[in-house]
Nanobody
Framework: QVQVVESGGGLVQPGGSLRLSCAASGRLFSLYAMNWYRQAPGKQRELVAGIRSGGSRNYADSVKGRFTISRDNAKNTVYLHMNSLKPEDTAVYYC????????WGQGTQVTVSS
């Protein structure tokens, strides 16, 4: 069983930045595909960004050029660096680890508001 724990959410003004962290357990972390999803009130959960074990990345069109996903295998951690935040980025952000099956964290709230 892989444990996934997110941190780093909070309240930020439009145009601001936040860094989310996601720690996942397991000695095979470097082999996990890691993803960030988000779910806004009344909307479906959507994929925001993903990073494969080999380092390749993908992003939703809505966050390209503003968000960056990275990983530190020595720390079993993946990060989501979010810049130029907009009110429409407000959501609960979930970390997902995939290795044979999917594992989810509990989510962290990001609110972008003045």
């Amino acid at each position: 069983q892989v444990q996934v724990v997110e941190s780093g959410g909070g309240l930020v003004q439009p145009g601001g930045s936040l860094r989310l962290s996601c720690a996942a357990s397991g000695r095979l972390f470097s082999l996990y595909a890691m993803n960030w999803y988000r779910q806004a009130p009344g909307k479906q959960r959507e994929l925001v960004a993903g990073i494969r074990s080999g380092g390749s990345r993908n992003y939703a069109d809505s966050v390209k050029g503003r968000f960056t996903i990275s990983r530190d295998n020595a720390k079993n951690t993946v990060y989501l660096h979010m810049n130029s935040l907009k009110p429409e980025d407000t959501a609960v952000y979930y970390c997902n680890a995939y290795y044979n099956e999917q594992y989810w964290g509990q989510g962290t709230q990001v609110t972008v508001s003045s």
